[in-house]
């Protein structure tokens, strides 16, 4: 009855309350630890390090067996239990710190005798050192864009940089308008209104204006950081557009990854005169540095500039590995996405890793069919133990319960 039980509790019990279907992955590997006949014997182990385990009971009088059992495990249970890495209490905490910081800014004092100028100051500071580096890069210039790369059938990586330049274009267009009103606002020039007010609020607790948010890509950073962030993005879409297509493309850069990897895939169907939906990716590792990397694959595209979280790449054994003590994140080595046409699937030795843009794991549907967050799957050699997941395809259950994934972007 364990297929049975898992499923019932997985699928029935928690799935009509969870939809992500990533997280139903995650639930299905979990319940397949505690629905199995190794539980019915004593001194099953649970947990790694043997805290908990099937206790032995008294036949005479097994509930108070149990309940004695229970009493002397610790108070908070460990993150290995869960299958999680040492990390995960360093992540847990951070969260718990930043959260408590976040809280005590907002009820910092906004006005208020000769402080308040000194605030004034610091925002007119910020919205004039972001407002500088803007200007320097500017908006986009549509009409030559499109001339230098028109639309051309062997070519998508064309269209993709248009519209690429089109969604940075809205967000300096609002940056633009509302930087120098903040700060004719805040020397009495203009009136401050609601909105520049809340802007004034956010530069003060360095986190991004809403006004800013509602056209930028989605972000975790604090405002020093996402400038820098969007001013790198800019920068490689500025390289781009002048010394054409890059030999490895910075996946985190773009504003809507998706199309790039669409695109990637369609220059290859029309090269190839497939049908695009028949086209899929392998994911083979390149281990050496990007820049070394001086020209494009004959077919597909170089990535890099993702992280892994729960993991690492092991170039040694060429597979991921358990996280280094207090390594939270990793860099993840070049990425060669290589287009392959009816792909059989992997059998074994690889984890099906998503890949997000950044580190909530959470998004909502798009009205194009994308999610807001989620980018991919990627497959990544590991040599832990075999799985078949709940689509019976070939995974690893260590790295499924640890949460391994990728992300474009970090939160610093």
Same mark, same amino acid.
Request: hydrophobic residues 35%.
């Given at each position: 009855p364990f297929t049975e039980l898992v499923f019932l509790t997985s699928y029935i019990n928690y799935g009509g309350r969870v939809t992500d279907y990533i997280d139903l992955r995650t639930i299905d590997i979990i319940m397949r630890d505690f629905y199995r006949p190794?539980?019915?014997?004593?001194?099953?182990?649970?947990?790694?390090?043997?805290t908990y385990v099937s206790p032995t009971f008294d036949p005479a009088n097994p509930h108070k067996s149990y309940t004695e059992y229970v009493e002397q495990l610790p108070l908070i249970a460990g993150p290995n239990v869960f299958g999680l890495h040492e990390n995960a209490n360093i992540t847990c905490a951070n969260a718990e710190t930043f959260g408590m910081f976040d809280t005590l800014l907002s009820l910092q004092s906004k006005a208020g005798g000769g402080k308040s100028d000194a605030r004034d100051e610091m925002i007119g500071s910020h919205a004039k050192e972001i407002e500088e580096r803007l200007m320097k890069r500017g908006?986009?210039?549509?009409?030559?864009?499109?001339?230098?790369?028109?639309?051309?059938?062997?070519?998508?990586?064309n269209t993709v940089l248009v519209q690429e330049c089109i969604r940075y274009n809205k967000l300096i267009d609002v940056m633009e308008e509302s930087l120098p009103m903040l700060q004719k606002a805040l020397k009495g020039l203009v009136v401050l209104s609601k909105e520049l007010e809340a802007m004034a609020n956010s530069v003060a607790m360095n986190s991004v204006p809403a006004a800013w948010e509602n056209k930028a890509y989605p972000s975790m950073k604090p405002l020093g950081a996402w400038a820098d962030d969007l001013m790198a993005r800019l920068d490689f879409i500025i390289d781009w557009v002048e010394h054409n297509a890059p030999p490895v493309f910075w996946i985190s850069g773009f504003y809507f990854p998706?199309?790039? #990897?669409?695109?990637?895939?369609?220059?290859?169907?029309?090269?190839?005169?497939?049908?695009?939906?028949?086209?899929?990716?392998?994911?083979?590792?390149?281990?050496?540095?990007?820049?070394?990397?001086?020209?494009?694959?004959?077919?597909?595209?170089?990535?890099?500039?993702?992280y892994m979280e729960g993991a690492r790449w092991n170039p040694e054994i060429?597979?991921?590995?358990?996280?280094?003590?207090k390594q939270l994140f990793t860099s993840f080595p070049v990425m060669l996405m290589s287009p392959v046409k009816d792909r059989q699937p992997t059998e074994?030795?690889?984890?099906?890793?998503?890949?997000?843009?950044? #580190?909530?794991?959470?998004?909502? #549907?798009?009205?194009?069919?994308?999610?807001?967050?989620?980018?991919?799957?990627?497959?990544?050699?590991?040599n832990r133990t075999h799985v078949l997941n709940y689509e019976k395809q070939a995974d690893q259950e260590e790295w499924i319960k640890a949460g391994v994934a990728c992300f474009c972007a970090l939160n610093y």
């Open positions: 190794e539980v019915l014997e004593e001194g099953h182990k649970f947990s790694d390090d043997g908006m986009f210039d549509m009409d030559a864009i499109r001339l230098m790369y028109p639309i051309m059938y062997n070519e998508s990586m998706q199309a790039f #990897l669409t695109g990637t895939r369609q220059n290859y169907a029309r090269k190839m005169q497939y049908a695009i939906d028949t086209i899929s990716f392998d994911y083979p590792i390149i281990d050496q540095p990007w820049e070394t990397l001086k020209t494009k694959p004959a077919d597909g595209a170089y990535i890099r500039g993702l060429r597979s991921i590995d358990d996280s280094l003590p074994k030795g690889v984890y099906r890793c998503p890949i997000y843009k950044i #580190l909530s794991r959470r998004g909502v #549907l798009a009205t194009t069919g994308h999610s807001t967050n989620f980018v991919m799957w990627t497959e990544v050699p590991s």
